[in-house]
């Protein structure tokens, strides 16, 4: 039990904190007089050697205010003196990290590990990107013996199709969800349950149903106050739409990525005749008003701050606990109504064959990759790194912060919070805090378990108690009720031939010309097809199937 302790005298509360921090976090540099407490590391890195300090960069998404620091934060100074490194940060962004990347290994100045989506994404020309770094010499496999590396050892065992051609280990999975049906929480609709209960609507059973009740939001005045503004549906982002919606509709083209036919050749999901039909009800989606007719320009965070201002009533995003958590905190802050009176995830309608599909998603999102200038000690510290921030203590660490300082752990195992958490939740806390925490608790694994979605103290204390008990009920369901797509991720992990004519992108923009179209959309989408296929597509869809095979 994890429980939230306020320390009563501040000024002790301050001396503790002043005596602690150097114990635990002193730099790498200048290590304490006892040395650090290698006990907290797993068992199979005991035997290893920290003793030569190595400089070890590392890049990463959104880490700016780590990489501006004139010093590093206690979490980064407690796992720089651990591992006896100094940690040089390199901060991308979403919008910049593929084209960063390219330009630092043409320079050969590529961090010593990086994380960067590659063979997980559902774009040909990023599966591409990987064998490229691997032809160019810009990234290393990893060592053959990864026996001091037990749980990185099992994670690259259960995706063992992630081998390159040559037999070896290049990518390191970002671990997501360790069961495969928490990944249904990848594509969830956050709906305004109230507003269906002002209008008198019901869970919808098809999709005829979803697309009067998403008209009905924009139309008949769902919040009462008399005034035509409301919004229907949308996606945040806009990459993601129909991934909830189409498991009613098509539910093997969800995602945009490669499908297997029954005679075993994979083919784009978009060149699937079903999907002529997601085609055809995304424009009446449209045409009726349901889909915000602004869909296709609006960015992520402009639908998500209409969603938590109260103008969208039907939200296409994910239902994991931070997810949740992240949302919650935008609604609070635009919203002086209840989250939790308001907001439900909405229980997915059958398809025509009569069956609930979820989403599914590979056991990893996106990769970790080291660099060709890293050499065999630097390979050994990272991958030792990676292996404890997997461990028990790690993510205790990544969770919870500094044992002694913002958390304790009682004679029974039990652990005690030390910091005042009231009116928010520990992971803005810990974040604001220790501005690390960001990288640590993402660089190595970035989901959980099921240890995530229980409504208890700790979740509570990390998420809020409304975002991790809507979260639960949602996993839940869809694992009781629901049956889950079948993906080959084999081959959808296997490298692809860039293209940009048959690209995932390209073909996202072809449907997203044919929902606000003027002519047919069947027909619309047909033409699409027909130029591509002019354009060499049927070629090209051999040519990745005959390279996996």
Avoid at 267 to 276: E, K, L, Q, Y
Wanted: charged share 20%.
């Amino acid at each position: 039990m994890f429980s939230v302790t306020k320390l009563k005298n501040s000024a002790f509360a301050l001396s503790l904190i002043l005596f602690l921090i150097p114990v635990l976090s002193g730099c790498a540099s200048s290590p304490n007089a006892q040395g650090p407490d290698r006990s907290v590391l797993p068992e199979s890195l005991q035997s290893l050697s920290f003793d030569e300090h190595l400089d070890i960069s590392i890049g990463y998404w959104n880490i700016d205010e780590m990489a501006a620091a004139s010093e590093p934060d206690a979490v980064t100074q407690y796992i720089e003196e651990l591992f006896n490194i100094t940690i040089h940060p390199v901060s991308v962004s979403w919008s910049n990290y593929k084209e960063r990347y390219q330009i630092l290994s043409a320079t050969d100045s590529l961090p010593d590990v990086f994380a960067t989506l590659t063979i997980s994404s559902n774009d040909s020309n990023d599966s591409a990107l990987y064998e490229d770094m691997i032809q160019s010499g810009s990234i290393r496999p990893l060592p053959d013996d990864l026996s001091s590396y037990p749980q990185l050892e099992q994670i690259l065992s259960s995706v063992s199709y992630t081998r390159y051609s040559d037999g070896q280990f290049y990518a390191i999975p970002r671990v997501s969800f360790t069961d495969e049906i928490l990944g249904s929480t990848d594509a969830a609709l956050l709906v305004r349950r109230d507003w269906m209960d002002a209008l008198g609507i019901s869970d919808p059973q098809n999709f005829d149903e979803f697309a009067a009740m998403v008209s009905a939001f924009a139309h008949d005045d769902p919040d009462g106050n008399g005034i035509n503004d409301t919004i229907g549906y949308n996606v945040s982002p806009l990459s993601a739409l129909g991934k909830w919606v189409m498991l009613g509709i098509a539910p093997q083209c969800n995602t945009y990525s490669w499908i297997e036919q029954a005679d075993g050749r994979f083919v784009p999901s978009w060149t699937n005749d079903a999907f002529t039909e997601v085609v055809r009800c995304y424009r009446r989606l449209y045409e009726e008003g349901g889909l915000d007719p602004e869909f296709y320009s609006k960015s992520s965070e402009t639908v998500r701050e209409d969603f938590a201002s109260g103008r969208l009533g039907a939200l296409e995003y994910k239902s994991s606990p931070s997810a949740l958590m992240e949302l919650k905190q935008q609604w609070d802050a635009l919203n002086e109504l209840p989250f939790e009176e308001c907001v439900d995830v909405l229980p997915i309608f059958p398809s025509s064959d009569g069956v609930r599909y979820s989403n599914s998603s590979s056991v990893f999102w996106s990769e970790s990759y080291i660099s060709s200038s890293a050499d065999d000690a630097k390979v050994e510290r990272i991958l030792a790194l990676f292996e404890y921030l997997l461990s028990e203590e790690g993510q205790n660490l990544c969770h919870y912060g500094l044992e002694g300082v913002d958390y304790e752990r009682e004679a029974d195992g039990s652990l005690t919070c030390l910091l005042d958490t009231e009116g928010t939740d520990l992971t803005s806390v810990l974040m604001e805090k220790y501005p690390s925490i960001i990288l640590f608790n993402g660089i190595a694994s970035w989901g959980g378990g099921w240890s995530d979605f229980e409504v208890n103290e700790i979740n509570a204390l990390r998420y809020g108690e409304s975002a991790v008990r809507l979260a639960s009920q949602s996993a839940a369901w869809n694992r009781d009720n629901t049956t889950q797509i079948s993906r080959p991720y084999a081959f959808l992990n296997a490298p692809k031939e860039p293209t940009d004519q048959f690209s995932t992108s390209a073909a996202f923009s072809a449907f997203v010309r044919c929902i606000i179209g003027n002519d047919d959309p069947a027909q619309m989408w047909e033409d699409v097809l027909e130029e591509m296929r002019a354009g060499g597509l049927e070629e090209y869809i051999d040519r990745q199937n005959e390279s996996y095979h």
